[in-house]
């Protein structure tokens, strides 16, 4: 009996066919699985959002006072509280696209995700948080009622713009009472309170890490952004017209 099996010009033209295939297959397999890490962000972001408001409702309207004067990635936290405001799954601060390659070494402690408790405590995140105040005291040097010192920097029109500390001053010019300078808060439903790490350099640089992480979504070049009215949109970079200056880079949005 003869025995029949592929002979070497068929096998060579089913591995072409399969080749074709996963071509034609690849990207749009990708973009889906860039669609779902984006609608798995937007709700991270939400409920992140969620956690700040609640925290100002019960403060008179001011956001978080622990804000790492380093980078607005990380929150530095004493005790619980941080459980009571926004989850136990300290995942929530992760945004699902973070590119893990870039945390070696001892950058892994830092990976966003991560929270410790204690003195020091910290959350560290792959999202700005830009609703609160620093942790740093005593303020011996301008704007750290403001949060850090990355607002002398920013867009500029008539005056510098500022992240919020305050709900109320959204909309308004606001007088730093520490070192007497002049700052404007945009409207709630232009002024960023939290949104993904990203930058135009193509790298994020944060608190703990040796090198930059390359932007999340890389897939479409953007970001999610949570203003402080909390409503949620999807901003490619072309979109991005405002800015901050950190002690890194520059957050968009």
Known sequence: MNKKGFTLI??????????ILASILFEPLLRARDMARRAVCQNNLKQIYLGLAMYADDNDGWGIPYLHWGGPQTISHYGNWIDNYFSKNPGLFRCPSTDWKAYKGSAWNYRPGVRSYGAPGRQYCSYWILFGTSNWSPPTASAYFYGWCMYYNSTQTSVTKAPCPNMKFCGKIIKDPTSGSVQYILPASEQICVCDCY????????YGLSGGVRNNHLEFDGENVVYMDGHLEWKTRDQLKYYFHYYYDNIYW
């Open 199 to 206: 930058s135009k350099s193509g790298y994020w640089y944060g």
């Open 10 to 19: 068929e096998l060579l033209v089913v591995i072409a066919i399969i080749a």
